[in-house]
Nanobody, 123 residues
Framework: QVQLVESGGGLVQTGDSLRLSCAASRGSFSTYAMAWFRQPIGKEREFAAA????????SYADSVKGRFTVSRDNAKNTVYLQMNSLTPEDTAVYYC????????????????WGQGTQVTVSS
């Protein structure tokens, strides 16, 4: 089964940008839909963005639309989340997830998860 490792998190200021990466090993990365979820402290995990196996279809939560961009490089087995105009409300642990099924915004629909990377945005 696919294994996922996120990287790129850190501490930034309001208005800054960050790019998260999620590298996949094992499994058939190019056949998986990929997603980014986030979980603020004390809150439930929530959908942020997703991309279909071929990169053609993308979807975003309303809270990140216009600021975040999801992309993938199947040759590198990597999915990215470019985050611009960050605000303190974006502070969370960010997780990437994979599924061999279609894109679904419910966390329970994604069987494979990375360990998460912390993003902290100071005001």
């Amino acid at each position: 089964q696919v294994q996922l490792v996120e990287s790129g998190g850190g501490l930034v200021q309001t208005g800054d940008s960050l790019r998260l990466s999620c590298a996949a090993s094992r499994g058939s990365f190019s056949t998986y839909a990929m997603a980014w979820f986030r979980q603020p402290i004390g809150k439930e995990r929530e959908f942020a963005a997703a991309i279909t196996w071929n990169g053609v279809g993308k979807s975003y939560a309303d809270s990140v639309k216009g600021r975040f961009t999801v992309s993938r490089d199947n040759a590198k087995n990597t999915v990215y989340l470019q985050m611009n105009s960050l605000t303190p409300e974006d502070t969370a642990v960010y997780y990437c997830a994979a599924t061999s099924r279609g894109v679904n915004r419910a966390p329970s629909a994604w069987p494979y998860w990375g360990q998460g990377t912390q993003v902290t945005v100071s005001s």
